[in-house]
């Protein structure tokens, strides 16, 4: 896997979209990422960890649109993605196992949150490597 420094994560999750768009119908994915998140860690894990996390959210979103937003935490990064979801919770959790296995490859975690009726929120959380260094 290729590893760069300071990866914006607004331009990494617009470049999947685009690529991926004809893969999720009539859904729409809004990326509400700041341009100013950057990572550093391994480009392509995380390219891999998105991809897969959009699809699948794609996959069960019952509604038109998928939202993306991103946040730092000194050298932690959150990415949550928010989708319309009329299933039970329990089935949830074992759809996203492949998705924790990749996040695991980062550093990471996914939590899955239903945030409020008919929404579930779906966080990946990472270290962001270069702050790790610094501190």
Request: hydrophobic fraction near 35%; charged fraction near 20%; glycine fraction near 6%.
């Amino acid at each position: 896997m290729q590893c760069e420094s300071r990866l914006n994560l607004c331009q990494l999750v617009n470049q999947l979209a685009n690529n991926m768009s004809s893969g999720f119908g009539d859904k729409e994915v809004i990326n509400d990422i700041s341009p100013c998140v950057e990572a550093d860690t391994c480009q392509g894990m995380l390219k891999q960890t998105l991809c897969s996390l959009l699809k699948k959210v794609t996959d069960f979103s019952s509604g038109k649109q998928v939202r993306v937003t991103a946040k730092t935490f000194h050298n932690l990064i959150v990415v949550r993605v928010k989708y319309a979801d009329p299933t039970q919770q329990d089935n949830i959790e074992k759809n996203f196992e492949e998705i924790k296995n990749l996040a695991g490859f980062l550093g990471g975690s996914v939590y899955i949150n239903d945030t409020k009726l008919n929404e579930t929120s779906v966080s990946i959380t990472f270290l962001d490597h270069q702050l790790t260094k610094i501190a």
